[in-house]
């Protein structure tokens, strides 16, 4: 038996052309279907349907053999020893820092002023403003970022920006770059090893299909 972890949504849908690609099928659609195991069309392949942000927890623990993760996620979770073989180049997006229109980001940051920010990404901003020596307030979200710099609980945000849509109708502006964000396959190690003839020929197919 072969378990796949993935999030729905944008993962899920983004993942379903490279399990084609794979020759797996999900006979459910998780959007439609209230199960959280989703039989394929190969009956020793099962998707396991979790939060995207407990997929490397899945994967590490061997409840699933593979998962489907973005890199936010992966930097944000604790698991180790995850072995990642591939960028699935899917659920691109970049983390940012935004502000409010007309904060003037450059001269707080020249003042050393000590700035709050909102994140739901409090390891990824954490080493970013260490790296620039900026001395900062992280205080934890876990949605709707958007808000903070609105009601006066920051200055600022990381939070991914994909087509800068919602930044925009909340009257927020990106001001700095972290890094480039897309989604990788997750394999657990043992599982690789033990179930290397059904899981090597999947991440060829998948490594296939992204070309
Ligand atoms: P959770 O449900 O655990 O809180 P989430 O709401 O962030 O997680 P999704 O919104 O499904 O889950 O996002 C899954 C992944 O897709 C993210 O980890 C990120 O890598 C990527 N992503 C997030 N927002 C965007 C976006 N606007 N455009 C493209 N990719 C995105
Ligand atoms: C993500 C992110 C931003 C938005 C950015 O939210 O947190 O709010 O996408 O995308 P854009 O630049 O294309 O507007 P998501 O859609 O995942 O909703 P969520 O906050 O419920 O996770």
């Known amino acids: 038996m072969i378990t796949i972890a993935l999030s729905k949504g944008r993962i899920f ?14 006979l459910d659609d998780p959007e439609k279907s209230r199960k959280l195991i989703l039989d394929t069309n190969r009956a020793e392949v099962k998707l396991v349907i979790v939060r995207a942000s407990d997929v490397p927890t899945y994967v590490q623990y061997g409840a699933a053999d593979l998962g489907v993760a973005g ?58 403003f260490a790296k620039k020596g900026m001395h900062v307030n992280l205080i934890k979200l876990y949605g709707s970022m958007e808000l903070a710099p609105l009601t006066g609980l920051a200055d600022a945000i990381v939070d991914v920006v994909s087509t800068g849509n919602t930044l925009k109708a909340n009257k927020l502006m990106a001001v700095e770059e972290i890094m480039p964000i897309s989604s990788r396959l997750i394999v657990n190690r043992a599982a690789l090893k033990l179930k290397r003839d059904q899981i090597q020929p999947m991440i060829e197919a998948f490594e296939r299909a992204i070309q």
């Open 71 to 128: 890199k936010d996620v992966l930097l944000e979770s604790d698991c180790m020893g995850l072995y990642q073989p591939l960028d699935l180049q899917i659920g691109t997006c970049k983390m940012m820092v935004a502000v409010r229109e007309g904060f003037d980001y450059v001269a707080v940051v020249k003042s050393g002023a000590r700035l709050n920010v909102a994140t739901k990404y409090v390891h990824i901003a954490r080493e970013h």
């Open 13 to 26: 849908a983004d993942t379903l052309p490279l399990l084609n690609a794979a020759g797996i099928t999900p």
